[in-house]
């Protein structure tokens, strides 16, 4: 059985090939402001727009707790309707909720849904 061997010359010319590099053009200070930076009434009314949609905003973690946390607490159909996640992805979060302190107690009911709300807090 022949093995394939190369004399140092020929190692030489491959690992000594030059790879081709694109051209890049200098970046002038002029194409800089015009490209990467933006007027200063865009990004005021941008800022200010951004503020005012996270305040109506709220997260599903922030609906899954509130909807555990009233008094009759909330099924785990009820929290996937309401966050479209799926129901792994739910138990997780109340898994999160157990981890964060609170007491999520855990009531079978009569139509054989299992329901969940915060007890009490740690």
Known sequence: MKTKTTTK???KAQTSRPTPKAKRKPVTQK???SSARSPAHVRTETSDARIANDQHRTSKKATIEALV???E???ITELI???GWQEHSVRAAL???R???HVIARERCDD???RYRIAEEV
Do not use: D, M, N, Q
Request: overall charge positive.
């Open 9 to 11: 010359t020929a190692k």
């Open 31 to 33: 194409r800089l402001a």
């Open 69 to 71: 946390r009233r008094s």
């Open 73 to 75: 607490g909330a099924a």
């Open 81 to 83: 309707a309401a966050t």
């Open 95 to 97: 898994t999160g909720l």
């Open 99 to 101: 981890k964060a302190g």
């Open 112 to 114: 054989s849904a299992t």
